[in-house]
């Protein structure tokens, strides 16, 4: 979820002419795609329906997944209904197709989202910014690292969230802009 709020934030100021209106279409876009999730998430520890925040049991993740696609869609549905920036748009439809390619995935196999959604964010960071994103790329393997260094993925898992997320991003980011 970090990742996509900074992302949101960055985008909102590259799509808009002032800070104000990046600020009103940033704080819609976080609010609706970021915060829905992490309070069903909060909801979800408590309660005892899930055993973490980061949701480590893949068995655990298909309904807090689709509660964030959910809530992503409505984030895009109001971007596009309130005449938002379309690069903000297309940021939120990137997610939202990457976010469920790679939950169908972890419903049989423990893919990455967290290099996923790395990649993802530095594949539009740089599609929108050009050459000075890609400064930014070595954040991915030292993220992609830490999975593996905490057994919280393997080597495969790692590559597969990340090049999926990169793929996706690339097809909606060509075809839409």
Do not use: C, N
């Not at 990046?22 to 309660?47: E, H, Y």
């Not at 469920?100 to 995935?105: K, N, P, R, S």
Request: aromatic fraction near 6%.
């Amino acid at each position: 979820m970090l990742t996509a709020t900074y992302l949101l934030l960055v985008v909102s100021v590259i799509a808009t002419d002032s800070m104000r209106e990046a600020a009103f279409w940033g704080f819609l876009a976080v609010t609706v795609s970021t915060g829905g999730p992490a309070l069903d998430l909060r909801r979800r520890v408590r309660s005892g329906g899930i055993t973490d925040f980061s949701i480590a049991l893949r068995e655990q993740r298909l309904g807090p997944l689709l509660v964030a696609e959910g809530f992503t869609a409505l984030a895009l549905g109001l971007l596009l209904a309130l005449g938002g920036p379309q690069e903000l748009a297309t940021t939120l439809l990137v997610g939202l197709v990457s976010g469920g390619l790679l939950t169908a995935i972890t419903t049989k196999w423990k893919i990455s989202f967290h290099s996923g959604s790395l990649a993802g964010a530095l594949t539009i960071l740089i599609w929108f910014l050009g050459g000075w994103a890609l400064l930014l790329i070595p954040a991915l393997p030292a993220v992609g690292w830490s999975r593996v260094h905490m057994k919280k993925h393997t080597v495969t898992q790692v590559l597969a969230g990340a090049v999926a997320a990169t793929a996706l991003a690339a097809v909606v980011l060509g075809t839409l802009q």
